[in-house]
């Protein structure tokens, strides 16, 4: 998916809520989407991946995460993904 990255708020912060904000929904509506027999672990895998790479493209990763270790993405699962949009 494209995205105008001109148009985010210029406040880092603000951006990076933007972009998180997007992506969760583009994962839920993906999951939502989903056949019965397909395997949806990938899309929260996405989201993981995405916010992590806003997070430090933005250098927020520290605000973002706190003292939290940020997750590897090879070892993303379900859970760590409601740990994230919990957290």
Not at 4 to 28: G, K
Not at 42 to 66: K, S
């Amino acid at each position: 998916m494209s995205y105008d990255f001109q148009e985010l708020p210029l406040d880092p912060e603000e951006a990076f809520l933007t972009l998180e904000d997007r992506f969760r929904r583009e994962c839920e509506v993906a999951v939502q989407q989903a056949h019965e027999q397909e395997n949806v672990s990938v899309y929260y895998t996405d989201y993981i991946a995405q916010v992590l790479g806003a997070a430090e493209e933005l250098e927020l990763v520290e605000a973002a995460f706190g003292e939290t270790e940020v997750p590897q993405i090879e070892n993303v699962d379900f859970q760590t993904y409601q740990n994230l949009v919990s957290g």
